[in-house]
C-alpha cells in the first residue's frame, strides 16, 4: 500500500530511488544477508542503496505507539539443535541401552543452566527450548532424541560465551555417556540503529503519532535480521504497536509465533504513513 501511494502521490517528483523490500525467511538463516549476497539481484545495489529502514509490528504495545531509540534495538539470536544418537532397546532393559532421552534431559538442564550461571545476572539474555522429539511407544527406547531451541543476547561478549559453552556441555556429555551428539548452531546479529538516521525517523514517526508515543524499545528480547542490512548501511528499525483492542489491559496479550496470535489492522496505516512521511522528509 504504501508503495502505490508513494508511486501515485510523488511520481516524477522523487529525487533518488526507493527499493521495496519484502524480506524472507527472517527466523531461518536470514534471509536478510541472502538478499543482500543474491548474484543477481543484490538488496543494496542496482541502483545503489544509501540508507535503509525497517519495521515490524509489536503485539506488546498499543496502536498509535512506536517503538524506537538509536543504539542497541534487538537481541543477537541464535538457534540450536541438538540430536542424541543413542542406542535404543525395550524399555525393560535399559541397561543394554544407551537411552538418548535419559541423556537429553540432563543435557537440556544443563543447557538452561547456561544464563543462571556463566552470565553476569545484570545482562539481558535468555534461552529456550521449544522443541523435543523421540520415539514412538511408551515401552521402546528410541535410538535418538532430537530437541531444538533458541538464546538471545544483547552483549556481544555473552554471546560468545553461550555458543563455546552450548559446544562444551554437547561434547562432554558425549564423551562421558559414550554417545554421539550433533550440534548445529545458526543466528544473525543484533540490530544497532544509527544515531543520525534514527534522528530523522523519529521525527517523523512524532509527526504521525506524536512524539510523546514515541518509546524506546521494551517489548523484550527478539531478533530480527535486518541488522544484516544496518551492518552494510546507516539507517534504522522500529516497532509498531499492533496489540488487539484491550489484551494489554486485560493481560491476554497473545505471542508472535503462537498460533493463535492476531494483531489489531488499525497500526497498518500508521506505518503506511511512516513511509510516506520519511519518503516525504528525505527525498521529495
Known amino acids: 500500500m504504501a508503495a502505490k501511494i508513494i508511486n501515485k502521490k510523488f511520481n516524477g517528483k522523487i529525487k533518488g530511488n526507493i527499493k521495496f523490500l519484502f524480506q524472507p525467511a527472517e527466523e531461518l538463516a536470514g534471509g536478510a544477508k541472502q538478499m543482500i549476497m543474491d548474484p543477481k539481484y543484490p538488496a543494496l545495489e542496482n541502483p545503489h542503496v544509501d540508507q535503509c529502514y525497517g519495521l515490524h509490528i509489536s503485539p506488546r504495545q498499543e496502536v498509535g505507539i512506536i517503538e524506537l531509540n538509536p ?36 543435557l537440556l538442564d544443563n543447557l538452561y ?4 550461571r556463566n552470565i553476569n545476572p545484570c545482562n539481558k539474555i535468555v534461552l529456550t527450548v521449544g522443541s523435543i522429539h523421540a520415539g514412538t511407544a511408551g515401552n521402546v527406547i528410541p535410538n535418538e532424541c532430537e530437541f531444538s531451541g533458541t538464546f538471545r543476547s544483547i552483549e556481544e561478549s555473552d554471546k560468545e560465551i ?42 517523523v514517526c512524532g509527526e504521525i503519532v506524536g512524539l510523546e508515543n514515541v518509546v524506546d524499545l521494551k517489548s523484550g528480547l527478539y531478533g530480527e535480521d ?12 522500529f516497532k509498531l504497536g499492533a496489540a488487539p483492542v484491550n489484551s494489554i489491559k486485560e493481560n491476554r496479550i497473545i505471542s508472535n509465533h503462537n498460533p493463535k496470535f492476531t494483531f489489531n489492522e488499525d497500526c497498518l496505516p500508521i506505518g503506511v504513513s511512516v513511509w510516506i512521511k520519511l519518503v516525504e522528509k528525505l527525498l521529495i
Open 71 to 106: 543504539g542497541i534495538f534487538s537481541a543477537h539470536g541464535y538457534q540450536f539443535t541438538v540430536k542424541v544418537e543413542g542406542v535404543g532397546s525395550h524399555g525393560a532393559a535399559p541397561h543394554v541401552a544407551k537411552d538418548p532421552i535419559f541423556i537429553a534431559m540432563q
Open 113 to 116: 543452566s547456561i544464563p543462571a
Open 162 to 203: 553461550v555458543l563455546k559453552r552450548i559446544d562444551d556441555i554437547v561434547k562432554g556429555f558425549g564423551l562421558a555417556f559414550g554417545v554421539e551428539i550433533e550440534l548445529k548452531v545458526e543466528g544473525y546479529p543484533g540490530i544497532y540503529n544509527h544515531k543520525e538516521e534514527t534522528k530523522k525517523l523519529k521525527e
Open 226 to 237: 535486518f541488522s544484516y542490512f544496518l551492518q552494510k548501511r546507516p539507517g534504522a528499525f
